[in-house]
């Protein structure tokens, strides 16, 4: 059984689902270098196609998800970009009223339409989860979703959370982004990592009184009345009005969460939580209610955003709607996609056309090399393998540098990523470090928020002393454990920092040929591929 689907909103994707197996997958503004990029072109799709190794007629069914057939999704992707990319799509046709036909490259295939949209974003946490049952649970500014999770069967829940979809903290977040940062698609991010600089211990208020605020326009006034500043380079931020709606979310999620513990006592299912959603990027929201929940594990899956509805689609599909047992996925399979570069590497070094721009050192001990980079105060661009799933960098596009250096976050901001100055950096600690150093392990997509606990890290370490971890075990990625590994041997300190391998406003780099521009571009020190290190002339 060989299912296409296809993600139509912003974050377009697309994957092709063999039996079960994610043979080919891939995310759209990756390729086509504009940011969340919305739907596919016919470029992507020839590449999705060539990379499984199969043909449009070996399709049994295509997933048609969040297509909307007269608008783009996303206001702002319109106001960015314009209306005009969906006219970059790839040509297809729907025929019929019932039993729907999709006509691609004049071939005719069964399809479905839009299955529900938190259906597709729980289908993925609980689908590829260690969990043989869940509760599993959406939410973005657009609404939320609770679905009942057994085997390999997923049914939604109508249950009341106490929020109406205006006064959810998806919704309020997205709209105080707006406001800090002029846009909520792009600034959610931003607002976490603001968050912290606006507590004022003088004006500190308890957990009830951030949940009486169904009022968005009293939250903004209550922060205006109390302003708290970043100011940065000439430009400002509203420090206070972040710290506020990031409590709002946490303290909103944390009712949530109690909810669902609830529900899954009462329904003979186990205390495991899967969150999902562009409201389960904000990770320090999701480790705050977990740790004041019941629930016993939690699971997020690296593509909590609309990039990951593609694939839990055809998960549903296989799973739900055709009766196949649920598996276990490893790590590595959940977090890097499936299209690598190892013979555009070399043809493209040795082509001549980087000559008088670069030089090429040849290095099979480039891993040991690199570590010895990083600890002697260089910025590193690291390429490896097939490039991530979701907008965290895990080890294959990356930019490394010292946990230790005091001015490393200032030079990573101001001269790689050209990016606000209170923007922290997140560590790749070794997992079986991770409990002593941050009191936390097994957090290996970067979607968990901790205490640093340890002195001397300051490359890593946010305002309020905490860090986003991920979690590195050599069976999920060897060489990039054994780069942190060879740093520790040379430091005595198990992590590094590691952040996305592109700039502001810029989609992460995919091929050999995008890591290079942005390193001919940057600050950054020396690139590495596999056994080459480059460094600019």
């Not at 960098?393 to 790689?416: C, H, Y």
């Not at 001397?456 to 050599?474: C, F, M, N, W, Y």
Request: proline fraction near 3%; include cysteine; charge should be negative.
């Amino acid at each position: 059984m060989i299912i296409l689907s296809i993600n139509f909103n912003h974050d377009g994707s697309a994957v092709i689902l063999k039996n079960g197996i994610i043979k080919s997958y891939i995310n759209t503004e990756r390729f086509s270098r504009i940011k969340k990029h919305p739907g596919i072109r016919q470029e992507d799709l020839d590449l999705l196609l060539h990379n499984a190794q199969i043909s449009l007629n070996d399709i049994n069914i295509v997933l048609l998800n969040n297509w909307h057939d007269k608008n783009l999704d996303s206001q702002e992707i319109i106001e960015l970009y314009g209306d005009d990319l969906k006219s970059s799509w790839f040509d297809f046709y729907v025929q019929g009223s019932k039993l729907k036909k999709v006509i691609i490259n004049d071939i005719k295939l069964d399809c479905l339409i839009n299955p529900s949209h938190h259906l597709l974003h729980c289908s993925l946490a609980y689908f590829t989860s260690p969990f043989s049952s869940a509760v599993s649970f959406s939410w973005d500014p657009t609404g939320y979703g609770v679905f009942h999770c057994k085997e390999n069967n997923i049914n939604k829940i109508d249950i009341d959370l106490g929020f109406s979809i205006s006064k959810l903290a998806t919704a309020i977040y997205s709209e105080a982004s707006s406001i800090i940062f002029g846009s909520g698609l792009f600034g959610a991010g931003k607002v976490m990592g603001l968050a912290p600089y606006g507590y004022e211990s003088t004006n500190f208020h308890s957990n009830e009184f951030y949940l009486t605020y169904t009022d968005f326009n009293k939250l903004v006034r209550e922060s205006d009345n109390s302003l708290v500043w970043y100011y940065d380079k000439g430009d400002k931020w509203n420090a206070k009005l972040a710290y506020n709606v990031q409590r709002f979310m946490e303290e909103q999620l944390v009712v949530i969460l109690d909810k669902l513990y609830d529900y899954c006592s009462l329904n003979d299912l186990e205390p495991n939580i899967c969150l999902s959603g562009g409201g389960a990027l904000n990770s320090v929201a999701n480790q705050v209610a977990f740790k004041r929940s019941k629930f016993k594990n939690i699971f997020l899956h690296p593509a909590c955003g609309d990039d990951g509805t593609a694939i839990g689609a055809a998960l549903w599909y296989w799973h739900d709607v055709l009766g196949n047992s649920k598996r276990e996925f490893s790590n590595n399979e959940l977090m890097y996609s499936t299209i690598t570069y190892e013979d555009e590497i070399h043809d493209l070094l040795f082509s001549g056309e980087f000559e008088d721009k670069l030089q090429i050192e040849k290095c099979d001990d480039y891993i040991k090399k690199t570590a010895s980079l990083i600890a002697d105060g260089n910025v590193i661009g690291w390429f490896q393998g097939a490039s991530e799933l979701g907008p965290r960098a895990l080890g294959n596009r990356s930019i490394l540098g010292d946990p230790r250096n005091e001015s490393m976050k200032d030079i990573l901001n101001s001269k790689v990523k050209f990016r606000e100055g209170f923007r922290p950096f997140a560590p790749s600690v070794l997992n079986e470090f991770a409990e002593e150093w941050f009191g936390l392990k097994d957090s290996p997509f970067m979607l968990r928020v901790c205490n640093v606990l340890k002195s001397g890290l300051p490359g890593i370490t946010h305002i309020d002393k905490s860090a986003r971890i991920q979690t590195v075990a050599e069976i999920d990625n060897p060489n990039y454990y054994e780069l942190i590994t060879e740093f520790y041997k040379i430091t005595g300190v198990p992590l590094i920092i590691d952040t996305s391998f592109n700039i502001k406003g810029e989609p992460i780099v995919e091929t050999p040929r995008h890591a290079i521009d942005c390193f001919l571009n940057t600050g950054i020190d020396y690139l590495v591929f596999p056994r080459f290190i480059l460094k600019k002339k």
